[in-house]
């Protein structure tokens, strides 16, 4: 069965300093892999996917994230963080039966 | 377009009570799906549906009924709601498998069964 670990359940980090999510995943064939963002008392939005090709993906909000096959993961970064980034991060993984697997989520506070 | 709307954004029920929340897209998805989002878990899948008149259990269906008459709906039903449903529910809809995949996400229901 697909599973996604989000290890990290809350970070702190200063506004302008480096992002580096963590996401470990499960899955037996080539994956289809997100990560979503969830702002206080919203839905979820996409910020980037990963389906195939180049192992290094560009979303939005000027976030990427890195699929790395041998460590089965795909870490969300950001080089320099705005307070406007703190909200909950949703990594997940898919495939071909069309249902996606969730991790519990990342939670981001910044401060000044 | 609307993208996917749901109602109510707010209720409260008492146990054994029942009631539909609604969920809508206006982008002809196929596939649409429910969760629940509960502290330290995630999102669990309840539900979801990849046509009008099809669908399928998810992760967690006990409790909850589906169906899937029009494109554009998917209510979720609680036939005896329980505090164990306390949660906030999101309703999600995407091309399917066969498109980009990405799924839409509505803003969500807050449920609190007391």
């Known amino acids: 069965a697909q599973s996604v670990t989000q290890p990290d359940i809350h970070i702190t980090v200063s506004e302008g300093a480096s992002l580096e999510l963590r996401c470990n995943y499960s899955?037996?064939?080539?994956?289809?892999l997100f990560w979503y963002v969830q702002s206080p008392g919203q839905g979820l939005q996409l910020l980037l996917k990963y389906f195939s090709g180049d192992t290094l993906v560009q979303g939005i909000k000027g976030f990427e994230a890195e699929f790395k096959r041998s460590q089965s993961s795909f870490n969300l970064r950001k080089p320099s963080v705005h307070w406007s980034d703190a909200a909950e991060y949703f990594c997940a993984v898919g495939g071909g039966n069309e249902k996606l697997t969730f991790g519990t989520g990342t939670r981001l506070t910044i401060i000044p | 377009n609307a993208g996917v709307t749901q109602t109510p954004k707010f209720q409260v029920l008492k146990t054994g009570q029942s009631m539909t929340l609604q969920c809508a897209q206006d982008?002809?998805?196929?596939?649409m799906s429910w969760y629940r989002q509960d502290p330290g878990m995630g999102l669990r899948l309840i539900h979801y549906s990849v046509g009008a008149g099809i669908t399928d259990q998810g992760e967690v269906p006990n409790g909850y009924n589906v169906s899937r008459s029009t494109t554009e709906d998917f209510p979720l039903r609680l036939l005896s709601a329980a505090p164990s449903q306390t949660s906030v529910y999101f309703c999600a809809s995407s091309y399917g498998v066969s498109k980009s995949y990405e799924q839409y996400f509505g803003p969500g229901t807050r449920l609190t069964v007391t």
């Open positions: 899955y037996g064939a080539t994956p289809y």
């Open positions: 982008m002809n998805h196929e596939y």
